[in-house]
């Protein structure tokens, strides 16, 4: 048995902050401790309650006055991306055509999937993000490279060699059988090992024929409890080939209904420019809209409409994430401050509890993973942050005039990034590369 206590200021959600000034929302203790025992948390409260459940040789670590939140979690990123970020295109399809497909060929390599695999857990890790939903390649290697490594750290990841048949470069397709046969051969290698989980993965309509569609459709039908993670109404033009490609079906989100993939723990990426009879449908599958707000930004695709799906009379499920490299930052703080100027840009008001909530609770939520992260309660994993909201001379001298939690949040938000991560603990080990133990 290894047992620690952490101490900090502890705060973790209950549920969706109602309000800016929702007290009840969530937990937050000044001085307050986790006992961690063997990866997961087996204590949690005010530190002078939690101590004596301590063992008397327990390791203590006091990470006063800094904040301790749940491992951010990041619902879309593309891990053959981190090449591709920051590269200079006019829209969607030019950005996938130019860089994007050319840069996943190289993932062919085994090797080369290998040293990205590391790199990307070294800089999730680095911006507090323990676990994230990541499309692969289309190559299985790739998927291997991803799994194996989340198995070396002991990461909960999600993750899905792409399947993609049509529309892209011949190093990049596979075909309706070998999509299946290497997505269940995947399965069959990875899920549940360790704390991986594998997401049934077509990239989108685009890219995928009818007769992979079908496929996917009885991937789903024959793994019901599986994630599904796809791309939906991200820009228009990729809207209309998409709708001329299907010409049968309604609309876009009609695709994918058709195939059977909308339903509870399928996540569509972007979804910004959904007619009201999708959002309804999506609504009443229980499907996820993930917003990407760096990457709608960086390839102007678009100004999601949080806060306005989320208020409709059949509210659409809401998850928040990177899109690396059409994204245009690792950090859920940055993902989060975009997320608010887009709001701002349309009239509405994103507040800091809703942020935090989004970026830990919110997110596990959208995933049904919320009895294992995304809290700080007792029983779940212990995968957990440590946040300084005076990081930078800028951000010290800022935090001298911050006298509530709500501002501190609001200003981690604003001008925070990897330099506020103090630790990242992956089921109880201090885990973040290059931090002092
Ligand atoms: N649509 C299909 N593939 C992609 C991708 O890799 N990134 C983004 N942003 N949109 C996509
Ligand atoms: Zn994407």
Redo the contacts with the bound molecule.
Sequence with gaps: MTETLIRGRLLSFRRAPGHAGDRESYLYEEDGALLVRDGKIAAVGPYAEVKPKAGADTAEIDHRPHLILPGLIDCHV?FP?MQVIASYAAN?LEW?NTY?FPEECRFVETAHAERIATQFFDEFLRQGTTTAVAYCSVHKASADAFFAESLRRGTLMIGGKVMMDRNAPQGLLDTPQLGYDETRAVIEQWHGKGRNHVAITP??AITSTPEQMAMTQTLAEEFPDLHIQT?LS?NHDEIRYTCELYPDATDYTDIYARYGLLRKKALF?HAIHLSDREADAMAESGAVAVHCPT?NLF?GSGLFPLKAIQRREKPVTVAVAT?IG?GSSYSMFKTMDEAYKIQQMLGERLNPLESFYHMTLGNAVALDLADRIGTLDEGTDADIVVLNAAATPAMRLRMETVTSLSEELFLLQTLGDDRSVVETYVAGKASKPGAEA
């Design positions: 593309h991306q969607l996938l994007t990239r989108f791309h991200e990426g990457s390839l899109d059409g």
